[in-house]
């Protein structure tokens, strides 16, 4: 289960307007693929269409799917958005990282 924070999901819903998404239909693609300065990075884009090994989960009105293999590296993870200081952002809280880099856009576990 990926969770969705009340700020990522406006901001969501703000993107997904913007790129003529319809948040009520239309997913979220949440990923993890090699690569970062960690080993792993996130990605994060959105869909219209699920293939037949996604996982579909829906938290805070936003429909989230992820497929099998990234999985496994998010469960637990909340969503949520950062307006900050440090620059604007999704930011994924993954409680099974055991490192992460300065910019938090890779992991390692």
């Known amino acids: 289960m990926i969770q969705v924070s009340d700020i990522a999901k406006n ?3 703000e993107l997904m ?5 319809d948040a009520t239909t239309d ?5 993890v693929k090699s690569g970062g300065c960690s080993g792993l990075s996130y990605e994060l884009n959105f869909d219209r269409s699920k293939t037949e090994t996604d996982k579909v989960f829906e938290d805070n009105n ?3 799917i992820v ?3 990234s999985f496994l590296y998010l469960v637990g993870t909340t969503l949520e958005y950062s307006g900050g200081l440090n ?3 999704f930011v994924f809280n993954n409680p099974n990282a ?4 300065g910019c938090g ?3 390692a576990l």
């Open 17 to 21: 307007r913007e790129d003529g998404y």
């Open 62 to 64: 936003i429909k989230i």
């Open 67 to 69: 497929d099998k293999k």
């Open 105 to 107: 856009e890779s992991f």
């Open 27 to 31: 997913f979220v693609r949440v990923g």
């Open 11 to 13: 901001k969501v819903i």
């Open 87 to 89: 620059g604007k952002g």
């Open 98 to 101: 055991n490192r992460t880099c």
